[in-house]
């Protein structure tokens, strides 16, 4: 997940550089944003509510995220794609999610190596 979201990134950048299309650029965002939102859900709620979740959240941003026809600082996938605060926001997303997304596996290890070291030692006593 973090080649993709590396490559999206990196993609988003390139094209908007060489092309003068800054929405390339805002299509990296809302990636590493809703890859974010996603791995973030998942560790709550299951992996499918997580994924409907993510789908009905530009729906919701839609709908309740516009007041006077400016975007609200929450709805990022809104701002224009050179808006940095939403740029912050989803990028923080995405590192927040990868982490997450990480840290379970690690966390999973060790406590199995733990649980299994404690198991001998107790049956060697």
């Keep these: 997940m973090t080649a993709c979201t590396t490559v999206m990134l990196a993609g988003g950048w390139l ?3 060489m092309t003068g299309h800054i929405l390339a650029a805002g299509m ?4 590493m944003g809703y890859l974010g939102l ?3 859900l998942r560790i709550f709620i299951s992996s499918h ?3 409907a979740l993510v789908t009905l959240f530009p729906i ?3 709908a309740f995220g516009v007041r006077h026809g400016t975007p609200a600082r929450w709805a990022w996938p809104l701002h224009e794609p050179a808006y940095l605060p939403a740029f912050i926001e ?3 997303l995405g590192i927040a999610g990868l982490a997450a997304a990480a840290i379970p596996i690690s966390a999973g290890r060790l406590l199995n ?3 299994s070291g ?3 030692l107790r049956a060697r006593e």
């Excluded at 990296?28 to 990636?31: E, I, K």
């Design 118 to 120: 404690s198991g001998s």
């Design 60 to 62: 919701a941003c839609a």
């Design 90 to 92: 989803a990028f923080s």
């Design 49 to 51: 509510v997580a994924a």
């Design 28 to 31: 990296a965002r809302n990636f």
């Design 15 to 17: 094209v908007s550089s």
């Design 38 to 40: 996603a791995l973030l």
């Design 113 to 115: 190596r733990s649980a």
